[in-house]
T-cell receptor, first 116, second 114 residues
Framework: DTEVTQTPKHLVMGMTNKKSLKCEQHMGHRAMYWYKQKAKKPPELMFV???????INESVPSRFSPECPNSSLLNLHLHALQPEDSALYLC???????????????FGSGTQLSVL | AQSVTQLGSHVSVSEGALVLLRCNYS??????LFWYVQYPNQGLQLLLK??????LVKGINGFEAEFKKSETSFHLTKPSAHMSDAAEYFCAVSTYNQGGKLIFGQGTELSVKP
């Protein structure tokens, strides 16, 4: 199994809602990532988890709250989002998050989020 | 700080023609370089990577790229374009001391005309 599975594929939420995005991989990877991608733009790193511990937070607003319950699962909890947070949210994994990322990232297909 | 610049936000070629997507990097330390492809409504998929071994790197789907330190370039080529190559292509760089951060270029959209 070389897949990263993300659910849901599409999500529409109001600014007062609370929702969660889920990501799962069964490749034994110990590093997992959340990226945000706006239309026609490159992915922007949000968070990196290494061995289930948060290792990088790219100054993401607190309305985004990541969680790594175990080595196979990664969640992104959303609360009080703004319309400008509408984007494709991509999860990725790699064998490890070394000092230099010299290995392949496996990406999921993403969750297309719309905030009304 | 490390960065990549992709020359041309949109490239159009005819089916069977050479594909050339340009990427230049900036880094004060030896870089690791990658090309990823993104098809519509999908995540990114690794095409190839340079990690300081051979300077000519072969990837999937007939793509290859050559690392040229003197030109700080890592251009992506394919001898003969297929319709299925139409997608968004991202060049990316990572370096030691960045702790797992991958810096992406702005992307190049490749169109293939029949």
């Amino acid at each position: 199994d070389t897949e990263v599975t993300q659910t849901p594929k599409h999500l529409v939420m109001g600014m007062t809602n609370k929702k969660s995005l889920k990501c799962e991989q069964h490749m034994g990877h110990r590093a997992m990532y959340w990226y945000k991608q706006k239309a026609k733009k490159p992915p922007e790193l949000m968070f990196v988890y290494s061995y289930e511990k948060l290792s990088i937070n790219e100054s993401v607003p607190s309305r985004f709250s990541p969680e790594c319950p175990n080595s196979s699962l990664l969640n992104l909890h959303l609360h009080a989002l703004q319309p400008e947070d509408s984007a494709l949210y991509l999860c990725a994994s790699s064998q490890e998050a070394r000092q230099a990322l010299n290995e392949k990232l496996f990406f999921g297909s993403g969750t297309q989020l719309s905030v009304l | 700080a490390q960065s990549v610049t992709q020359l041309g936000s949109h490239v159009s070629v005819s089916e069977g023609a050479l594909v050339l997507l340009r990427c230049n990097y900036s880094s004060s330390v030896p870089p690791y370089l990658f090309w990823y492809v993104q098809y519509p409504n999908q995540g990114l998929q690794l095409l190839l990577k340079y990690t300081s071994a051979a300077t000519l790197v072969k990837g999937i789907n007939g793509f290859e790229a050559e690392f040229k330190k003197s030109e700080t370039s890592f251009h992506l080529t394919k001898p003969s374009a297929h319709m299925s190559d139409a997608a968004e292509y991202f060049c990316a760089v990572s370096t030691y001391n960045q702790g797992g951060k991958l810096i992406f270029g702005q992307g190049t959209e490749l169109s293939v005309k029949p």
